[in-house]
């Protein structure tokens, strides 16, 4: 969708299809559950974790946090990255509230 097309949606459609593209990927899926399980803030683990190349894994770490799913600390010459809470529960509050806006479906025979 091109930029110029997002002010037909409202901020809310815009945020939640942003969220949705961002963990639209298993490699992002699989980053944010080991960040998940992991309950700690991580930086070298992924590669071996994840079984992806470095330049992909960090491709795909800048995508999270464009959206701001997860948050880097800068340690010396790395940086080590955790799920953002406040973002975290954005997310779910959002996806929530559009799973919740489906009653039933609109033919008896569905």
Known sequence: MGVTQKHLFTD????????AKAIGHPARIAI????????????GDLVQEIGLAQATIS????????????Q???EGTKVSYCIHPGKWN????????FF????????SSC
Do not use: W
């Open 32 to 43: 944010l559950q080991h960040l998940i399980q992991s309950n700690t803030c991580i930086n």
């Open 100 to 107: 919740k806006t489906f009653d039933k479906c609109c033919n």
């Open 12 to 19: 809310q459609q815009n945020e939640l299809a942003a969220l």
């Open 59 to 70: 491709q795909h770490l800048r995508e999270l946090k464009e959206v701001g799913l997860i």
């Open 90 to 97: 954005e997310l779910q509050t959002l996806f929530d509230g």
């Open 72 to 74: 880097g600390t800068i």
